[in-house]
């Protein structure tokens, strides 16, 4: 099974910070890598899809790269909307497995 | 445009069963892969399995395998998650979302279960 290793698990920042997410595969994954945003008492939303491509209407100041086994969510600067729990998931293989979530909270 | 709605969820005693269902619009459901995922209380997001377009397939986390089955009914749109032997371990959120890729989800339905 392919295990997925979010870091952190949480983040304190400012309004205007900019912020990194990681996730690390336990084996490759090509790019078949989404990352998703969750406010409390909602379902995901998918923000990046195939790793890097931004999903319509989600603001530029997001961004996603990686490939194989090192992926990167970045959000250039922080909004106040930006305060959530984010998670990435792979789907090249079953078991599909999500990383452990990161909280991003206001400091 | 895109809409999935799960229902089905309530309080179920520990060993008891419950049903949901997922039913979907605006996109081509008969194409799509459909998955299972679901949160409990304060927890991250956990898959629990997905079926294939046709039904002909489906695929299950270890924490479900042989008590949860999911299926289908492409002349309905709509995808169930028939869940038995449940434990407490099962409460939570069950999201319905479309391939595995998940790229669009409804709003949940809570399990509850309980003594």
């Known amino acids: 099974d392919i295990q997925m290793t979010q870091s952190p698990s949480s983040l304190s920042a400012s309004v205007g910070d900019r912020a990194t997410i990681t996730c690390r595969a336990s084996?490759?994954?090509?790019?078949?890598l989404g990352w998703y945003q969750q406010k409390p008492g909602k379902a995901p939303k998918r923000l990046i899809y195939?790793?890097?491509t931004l999903e319509s209407e989600v603001p530029s100041r997001f961004s996603g790269s990686g490939s194989g086994t090192e992926f990167t969510l970045t959000i250039s600067s922080l909004q106040p909307e930006d305060f959530a729990t984010y998670y990435c998931?792979?789907?090249?293989?079953?078991?599909?497995?999500f990383g452990g979530g990161t909280k991003v909270e206001i400091k | 445009e895109v809409q999935l709605l799960e229902s089905g969820g309530g309080l179920v005693q520990p060993g008891g069963s419950l049903r949901l269902s997922c039913a979907a619009s605006?996109?081509?459901?008969?194409?799509?892969?459909m998955i299972w995922v679901r949160q409990a209380p304060g927890k991250g997001l956990e898959w629990v399995g997905s079926?294939?377009?046709?039904?002909?397939?489906?695929s299950y986390a270890d924490s479900v395998k042989g008590r949860f089955t999911i299926s289908r009914d492409n002349a309905k749109n709509s995808v169930f998650l028939q869940m038995d032997r449940l434990s407490v371990d099962d409460t939570a959120i069950y999201y319905c979302?479309?391939?595995?890729?998940?790229?669009?989800w409804g709003p949940g339905t809570l399990a509850t279960v309980s003594p």
């Open positions: 605006g996109f081509a459901f008969t194409n799509n892969w």
């Open positions: 195939a790793a890097s």
């Open positions: 979302s479309i391939s595995n890729r998940a790229s669009h």
């Open positions: 998931l792979q789907h090249n293989k079953f078991p599909l497995s």
């Open positions: 079926i294939h377009p046709d039904g002909s397939e489906e």
């Open positions: 084996q490759g994954i090509r790019n078949d």
